[in-house]
């Protein structure tokens, strides 16, 4: 995780979501169908094969549900071919799944075969009936299609079934251009530097096909205690990106608040204004973003990008940034290795009433991650946090 050491998130949420204790552990509440695509080629040992691709598969149906009337999994292997090792209905329950996904075995095949894959997974899905549960489609691998194919063709019928297609790479063989291609969105691209960063991005990379659970509608009144315990002493870039909707005039959105006077501040106001205002220690700089309504409870993207004294702030994914600069002095850090950390919405300032979601800090899905309990978040006010419903999204 590449948050600092403690981060607190407040969130200002409306409502208390009534669901069962099962579900509330649960990162996905909603039904899916989800197909697995692992890679098994020979540059996959066997412990890594047999212990950590397994334990992220099984721990992931678990977050989507796998059970009777709810969500279905399958698994394909491929390597020289792909092979649909766990169909839809071979294994109804999770623990019928899990038994099965343990009994894989590694092909050790000398090819990487994504399209095949890819290929099948189509297959996979256009033999269940349309019943309105999601479409995912998950592929793991640790390097490069092998021959050349042309992933975007093999990956374009799962897009028109609106399967929503991820690509998760392991090590630093992967091509991270050549799984944008597979999927629709460069955010669906999840690398990892290693197996143990696999496990602990679990979560982050669910919450990309549960889009409903990386999302709140913030109150004023619960917050999220982050703990982070990498000694990480200060940060030299941030990318910060997130979509937020709401009908009042001006909010607090994020405050972050560091040692001496270090800070970072996002808020609005007078409807259209964006402000934000950073102090890496010398001086604080403030830059509003001007001419785009935000107080009609339409969805709006943010996202933030600072490198040392220099950063650039995009609206609704314009193609030029709305606003740049620097900051004064020459500090490049924001020193908060001892401070509160990351706010969504303030209790000292003016709240944020509103929904916010995708909310990121360095690829960390931070809602998800809250809701779906991960152990290095605390919930504070749990019982007033609300997700967002379907027409929350719209």
């Avoid at 066997?46 to 992931?60: G, L, P």
């Avoid at 910060?240 to 607090?252: A, D, L, Q, R, V």
């Avoid at 709006?300 to 600072?306: A, I, S």
């Avoid at 706010?343 to 690829?363: A, P, Q, Y």
Wanted: glycine share 6%.
């Amino acid at each position: 995780m590449a948050l600092t050491n403690w981060i607190v998130l407040f969130l200002s949420l409306s409502a208390v979501v009534q669901k069962s204790f099962e579900e509330e552990q649960r990162i996905c509440t909603s039904e899916a169908d989800v197909v697995f695509m692992v890679d098994s080629s020979s540059s996959i040992n066997f412990r890594n094969f047999n212990k950590s691709i397994k334990e992220f598969v099984k721990k992931s149906a678990a977050e989507f549900g796998v059970a009777p009337e709810k969500s279905r999994a399958a698994v394909i292997l491929f390597s020289a071919d792909a092979e649909a090792t766990i169909k839809f209905g071979d294994a109804p329950t999770l623990e019928k799944f899990q038994e099965k996904v343990d009994k894989l075995k590694h092909q050790r095949g000398r090819r990487t075969r994504i399209d095949k894959a890819l290929i099948l997974a189509n297959q996979l899905f256009s033999k269940l009936e349309k019943d309105g549960r999601k479409k995912v489609a998950i592929l793991l691998t640790d390097g490069k299609q092998n021959p050349l194919a042309d992933l975007e063709k093999a990956a374009k019928p799962l897009h028109a079934k609106n399967v929503i297609t991820i690509a998760v790479g392991i090590g630093d063989d992967v091509g991270k251009n050549e799984l944008e291609k597979i999927t629709k969105s460069k955010d669906n691209v999840v690398i990892n530097k290693d197996y143990k960063e696999l496990q602990e991005k679990l979560l982050n990379i669910i919450s990309i096909a549960c889009e409903e659970s990386n999302c709140g509608c913030f109150s004023g009144s619960s917050y999220i205690t982050v703990k982070n315990y990498e000694d990480k002493k200060a940060r030299a870039q941030d990318d910060i990106h997130f979509e937020f909707k709401s009908s009042k005039p001006s909010g607090t959105i994020m405050f972050v608040q560091g040692n001496y006077s270090d800070h970072i501040y996002v808020g609005y106001d007078h409807g259209d204004r964006l402000v934000y205002r950073v102090d890496l220690g010398k001086g604080e700089r403030q830059i509003m973003a001007k001419g785009v309504k935000l107080d009609d409870n339409k969805w709006h993207t943010f996202r933030l990008m600072r490198v040392g004294r220099s950063f650039t702030i995009t609206i609704d994914n314009a193609h030029r940034p709305q606003a740049m600069g620097e900051v004064p002095g020459d500090f490049e850090r924001l020193d908060i290795t001892k401070s509160k950390g990351y706010f969504l919405g303030s209790l000292n300032l003016h709240n944020f009433t509103g929904c916010i979601r995708d909310f990121r800090v360095d690829e960390e899905a931070i809602i998800a991650n809250a809701i779906g309990g991960e152990s290095e978040y605390s919930v504070t006010n749990k019982n007033e946090m609300k997700q967002c419903t379907e027409s929350d999204q719209e």
